[in-house]
């Protein structure tokens, strides 16, 4: 069964601080690995996504690594902002024919406070 | 430009009630896709539409159905309303696969 699972749930850290959110997937066959910032009430926002071959991916603050043979991938953010605080999503994409199809992690929550 | 667009950004109903949802994509993206978001979840894929035509359906029942127009645009029915339903539903669309998703629309059923 095509599963992503997202550790930890949720995350409080300092303002300044860094912090790494970590996706588990057992998803096949294997397209990609997207990264999404999801603010409270809002629609999910693209950080980084990336393919078989990529192991690492930065958007400023922002770095994601993939590791295709354990499928663990991380998202670490660096100097965290207030900014920060939302709710990150892991979603997998396996090769489904004419579409692919995303497998959604439940999410790590992360509040970052002053 | 113009991102997702989706609307109503809010709206509450009744058991038993019908609803209807639309999105009006990005220019020039052809196909759209919907989500339901439960309260601390992540997002449930619902369908896929690429040029009008259905692609994908997630694990939802029939009360759900979808369609896309000539101008790529698309609507998310429900019928016969549940409390379960309540949820912030997300659509998004895609040109070469990267998604872009709206703001979404809080569906409230009392």
């Known amino acids: 069964k095509n599963q992503v699972e997202q550790s930890p749930q949720s995350l409080i850290i300092l303002e300044g601080k860094n912090c790494t959110l970590q996706?588990?997937?057992?998803?096949?066959?294997?397209?990609?690995l997207r990264w999404y910032k999801q603010d409270t009430g809002r629609g999910p926002v693209s950080l980084t996504i990336?393919?078989?071959?990529?192991n690492t991916k930065s958007n400023g603050r922002y770095t994601a690594t993939l590791d295709a043979d354990t499928k663990q991938s991380s998202l670490h953010i660096t100097a965290s902002q207030l900014s920060d605080s939302a709710s990150y999503i892991c979603?997998?994409?396996?090769?489904?024919?004419?579409?692919?199809?995303?497998?959604f992690g439940t999410g790590t929550l992360l509040a970052v406070q002053p | 430009d113009a991102g997702v667009t989706q609307s109503p950004t809010h709206l509450i109903k009744t058991r038993g009630q019908h609803v209807t949802l639309r999105c009006s994509p990005i220019?020039?993206?052809?196909?759209v896709s919907w989500y339901q978001q439960v309260l601390g979840q992540g997002p449930q894929f619902i369908f896929q539409?690429?040029?009008?035509?259905?692609?994908g359906r997630g694990n939802f029942p029939d009360r759900f159905s979808a369609r896309q127009f000539p101008n790529y645009s698309s609507e998310l029915n429900v019928n016969a309303l549940l409390l379960g339903d309540s949820a912030l539903y997300l659509c998004?669309?895609?040109?070469?696969?990267?998604?872009?998703f709206g703001e979404g629309s809080r569906l409230t059923v009392l």
């Open positions: 996706c588990n997937y057992t998803v096949s066959p294997f397209s990609n």
């Open positions: 998004a669309s895609s040109l070469t696969g990267e998604l872009f």
């Open positions: 979603v997998v994409s396996a090769w489904g024919g004419a579409t692919n199809k995303l497998i």
């Open positions: 990336m393919t078989f071959s990529e």
């Open positions: 539409y690429y040029e009008k035509e259905e692609r």
């Open positions: 220019s020039g993206h052809k196909s």
